[in-house]
């Protein structure tokens, strides 16, 4: 990206008072879209054995009603940017709410477990063109960086919040029905449509969509989740895992090339000379690959390994929230005041001292001290990625918010798939889960020291 391309600091002023409740809707309706975004993949988790009573399918249903959901949502982000660049941040909001929304119906009403999984897919895809559209509305609504510094913070509690009340609620709404874990999200994504009439129409930039790179992505995301997916269940060397990943680096080859010949590429390739933007990439997935790591070696040692009850296991996880939400409106006043590196470095510290002692202290099996230990990781992830995702709106141009949102959030979602496959071959392998967990645990603690090291090359203030 040519320099000429970013936003200046001459540009960038405050918005004008009378546009500042409007500002708030918007950064309202973002963060209740973070906020379902990620309440759906840790409610549905709990729900998990009375869904497969209910509809049957076995374990497979049950998984593929998690992965369902991650599939369609990682394969869809890159498209999700490009069409909220084309049609307007608000107009994509909207139709991602509704997709949303009808998915969620149908998830409630599922009359088997095949309905209910192919729901799950599009209500992934909904999720997926949800993502980037509400952190380009909130790049609309606050173009101040100083301001769009708080507002990411705000807007980063939608998720921790969900991740305070997911699991505990799913376990309070299954032992009523599990369908009351879809239904809940009914009267939320109404509340957003109606809010979203006060937001400004979003300015629309129609150009010719890249068919051929649209193609390739999916194909290229869809091959690699669905190979990390099966490889993580039935081994990275059997047929399907080695022919679906083989696949997918082809296509990502294929992609890669067309990005760098047509036009109007979905993924500018420009977006990478900007060493803000590849640091925070990597970054981006580091931390999904703790943060989902921990989250999933930790429930099922609680429930499976401890004996402990889905909403019990979910208490657990409380105090790591409440401190997350925490650190997560304090990481717009610290990034204002000390620029984003420290935020950053300071919060993948905190997550790599978190899962050092969760690997430590596992062999104890306490749930007191999983929930200690959780806490660093929880609260270091909340101050950190905000201040990463600020470096990626600064960092280009407005009309590439979503291009660039949609992108950074693909290689979190890749780092969460990752994790989520082989964690998961690591437990299920001959030396026992501890040691599995152990392993794994210390994998992601190094890869987040490597994130710590590398944002020290954030630029401060």
Same mark, same amino acid.
């Given at each position: 990206?040519?320099?000429?391309?970013?936003?200046? @600091?001459?540009?960038?002023? /405050?918005? @004008?008072?009378?546009?500042?409740?409007?500002?708030?809707? *918007?950064?309202?309706?973002?963060?209740?879209?973070?906020?379902?975004?990620?309440?759906?993949?840790?409610?549905?988790?709990?729900?998990?054995?009375?869904?497969?009573?209910?509809?049957?399918?076995?374990?497979?249903?049950?998984?593929?009603?998690?992965?369902?959901?991650?599939?369609?949502?990682?394969?869809?982000?890159?498209?999700?940017?490009?069409?909220?660049?084309?049609?307007?941040?608000?107009? /994509?909001?909207?139709?991602?709410? =509704?997709?949303?929304? #009808?998915?969620?119906?149908?998830?409630?009403? /599922?009359?088997?477990?095949?309905?209910?999984?192919?729901?799950?897919?599009?209500?992934?895809?909904?999720?997926?063109?949800?993502? %980037?559209?509400?952190?380009? #509305?909130?790049?609309?609504?606050?173009?101040?960086?100083?301001?769009?510094?708080?507002?990411?913070?705000?807007?980063?509690?939608?998720? *921790?919040?969900?991740?305070?009340?997911?699991?505990?609620?799913?376990?309070?709404?299954?032992?009523?029905?599990?369908?009351?874990? !879809? +239904?809940?999200?009914? %009267?939320?994504?109404? /509340?957003?449509?109606?809010?979203?009439?006060?937001?400004?129409?979003? %300015?629309?930039?129609?150009?010719? $969509?890249?068919?051929?790179?649209?193609?390739?992505?999916?194909?290229?995301?869809?091959?690699?989740?669905?190979?990390?997916?099966?490889?993580?269940?039935?081994?990275?060397?059997?047929?399907?895992?080695?022919?679906?990943?083989?696949?997918?680096?082809?296509?990502?080859?294929?992609?890669?090339?067309?990005?760098?010949?047509?036009?109007?590429?979905?993924?500018?390739?420009?977006?990478? +000379?900007?060493?803000? !933007?590849?640091?925070?990439?990597? &970054?981006?997935?580091?931390?999904?690959?703790?943060?989902?790591?921990?989250?999933?070696?930790?429930?099922?040692?609680?429930?499976?390994?401890?004996?402990?009850?889905?909403?019990?296991?979910?208490?657990?996880?409380?105090?790591?929230?409440?401190?997350?939400?925490?650190?997560?409106?304090?990481?717009?006043?610290?990034?204002?005041?000390?620029?984003?590196?420290?935020?950053?470095?300071?919060?993948?510290?905190?997550?790599?001292?978190?899962?050092?002692?969760?690997?430590?202290?596992? %062999?104890?099996?306490?749930?007191?001290?999983?929930?200690?230990?959780?806490? $660093?990781?929880?609260?270091?992830?909340?101050?950190?990625?905000?201040?990463?995702?600020?470096?990626?709106?600064?960092?280009?141009? @407005?009309?590439?918010?979503?291009?660039?949102?949609?992108? $950074?959030?693909? !290689?979190?979602?890749?780092?969460?798939?990752?994790?989520?496959? &082989?964690?998961?071959?690591?437990?299920?392998?001959?030396?026992?889960?501890? +040691?599995?967990?152990?392993?794994?645990? *210390? =994998?992601?603690?190094?890869?987040?020291?490597?994130?710590?090291? &590398?944002?020290?090359?954030?630029?401060?203030?």
């Amino acid at each position: 990206m040519s320099s000429s391309s970013l936003p200046s @600091p001459a540009t960038d002023t /405050a918005v @004008p008072a009378t546009d500042r409740p409007r500002a708030r809707v *918007a950064l309202a309706i973002g963060s209740l879209g973070f906020f379902l975004i990620t309440l759906d993949i840790s409610i549905v988790n709990v729900a998990l054995t009375n869904i497969s009573q209910d509809l049957g399918g076995g374990t497979a249903g049950q998984q593929w009603t998690i992965d369902g959901y991650t599939l369609l949502f990682a394969s869809l982000l890159l498209f999700a940017g490009n069409l909220t660049d084309r049609i307007g941040a608000k107009q /994509a909001l909207t139709l991602g709410i =509704t997709v949303f929304t #009808l998915a969620s119906a149908a998830c409630a009403g /599922a009359p088997g477990i095949g309905a209910l999984v192919a729901a799950r897919c599009v209500q992934g895809a909904g999720a997926a063109i949800m993502l %980037p559209a509400s952190m380009a #509305l909130i790049r609309e609504a606050f173009p101040d960086s100083r301001r769009r510094a708080r507002a990411l913070g705000v807007w980063a509690v939608g998720g *921790a919040v969900a991740a305070l009340i997911g699991q505990p609620l799913g376990g309070v709404l299954t032992t009523l029905d599990w369908r009351w874990v !879809f +239904t809940i999200n009914l %009267p939320v994504c109404a /509340a957003m449509l109606i809010c979203l009439v006060r937001v400004a129409h979003s %300015p629309s930039r129609p150009s010719p $969509f890249d068919w051929p790179g649209q193609l390739l992505a999916l194909i290229a995301m869809a091959g690699l989740v669905y190979g990390l997916i099966d490889g993580g269940h039935a081994g990275f060397a059997s047929a399907s895992a080695v022919l679906t990943l083989a696949v997918a680096a082809l296509a990502t080859v294929g992609f890669l090339v067309v990005q760098a010949r047509v036009s109007h590429p979905m993924m500018p390739l420009d977006l990478f +000379t900007a060493q803000g !933007f590849r640091i925070a990439s990597v &970054i981006g997935f580091c931390f999904m690959v703790g943060n989902y790591g921990s989250v999933f070696l930790s429930s099922l040692f609680l429930q499976q390994h401890l004996g402990l009850s889905p909403l019990r296991a979910g208490l657990v996880y409380i105090p790591s929230a409440v401190l997350a939400i925490v650190a997560n409106l304090s990481s717009g006043p610290v990034t204002n005041r000390f620029g984003a590196r420290v935020p950053v470095v300071s919060g993948m510290v905190s997550m790599v001292v978190g899962l050092v002692a969760l690997a430590a202290l596992v %062999p104890l099996e306490s749930p007191l001290l999983v929930a200690f230990s959780l806490i $660093f990781v929880g609260a270091g992830g909340a101050l950190a990625m905000p201040a990463v995702t600020g470096v990626v709106l600064d960092g280009v141009a @407005p009309e590439q918010a979503g291009a660039a949102s949609a992108v $950074f959030n693909t !290689f979190r979602q890749i780092g969460g798939a990752v994790a989520i496959a &082989i964690f998961g071959a690591l437990i299920a392998g001959s030396g026992g889960f501890v +040691t599995g967990m152990q392993i794994g645990l *210390a =994998t992601a603690a190094a890869l987040l020291l490597l994130a710590a090291l &590398i944002g020290l090359r954030v630029r401060t203030k």
